[in-house]
Each structure stands twice: as structure tokens, then as C-alpha cells.
């Protein structure tokens, strides 16, 4: 098993920056990919960014070029966002594949409001 811990979220304004940080504890040799994901309220769960074991990424459309996914040498997966829009208002979940099973964490929620 894997746990997935979720922190960083809370009240920012437009334009603002917010760090999120996903921490994994458990089974976690063998994960081979960390993503984020967010859903909004009345919206599905959407990708946001993925970040392989090689440092591939991936980013949605509507991030790229404000967020950035990193892996830190502490094993914690990082989300930085960057010039914050009030659409960018979810609440962001952290997502493990590992063996072809997907983890999830609970979340954290980021508010982009003036």
C-alpha cells in the first residue's frame, strides 16, 4: 500500500503563488509515475501535472508555463503554481501509479480569491 498526504492549500490571491507538497510513505519503491489532479466544484477530476521516475512531465494546457511538478531528494513531490487565476479554485489531489494500481491522497484545497 501507499499513502498519499497532501498539504500547501488554502486562500491565495490572483496573481499569487501557492507550493503544494505531496508526501508518500508505504510500499513507494515501484512508483513509477506522481501526479496532480484537481476538481473544482460541479467539475470532473481533471490532470493538472505528472512527473515520471525519468523527470518526464506533463502538464495540462491551462497550467502550462505557471505550474511546475518537481520530485525533491526527499522523496516528496512538489506542485509550484504560479500567477494563481480564480479558475485555478479546486481542491488538488495527489495520485501514485504503481503496478498499475493508482493511489490517491484526500486532498488540499486551494482558494484563488481577492
Known amino acids: 500500500q501507499v499513502q498519499l498526504v497532501e498539504s500547501g492549500g488554502g486562500l491565495v490571491k490572483p496573481g499569487g503563488f501557492r507550493r503544494l507538497t505531496c508526501t508518500a510513505s508505504g510500499r513507494v519503491a515501484g512508483i513509477d509515475v506522481i501526479a496532480w489532479y484537481r476538481q473544482a466544484p460541479g467539475n470532473q477530476r481533471e490532470l493538472v501535472a505528472s512527473?515520471?521516475?525519468?523527470?518526464?512531465t506533463n502538464y495540462a494546457d491551462s497550467v502550462k508555463g505557471r505550474f511546475t511538478i518537481s520530485r525533491g531528494v526527499d522523496k516528496n513531490t512538489y506542485l509550484q503554481m504560479n500567477s494563481l487565476k480564480p479558475e485555478d479554485t479546486a481542491v488538488y489531489y495527489c495520485?501514485?501509479?504503481?503496478?498499475?494500481?493508482?493511489?490517491w491522497g484526500k486532498g488540499t484545497l486551494v482558494t484563488v480569491s481577492s
Open positions: 495520485n501514485a501509479g504503481r503496478y498499475g494500481t493508482d493511489y
Open positions: 512527473i515520471t521516475t525519468n523527470g518526464d
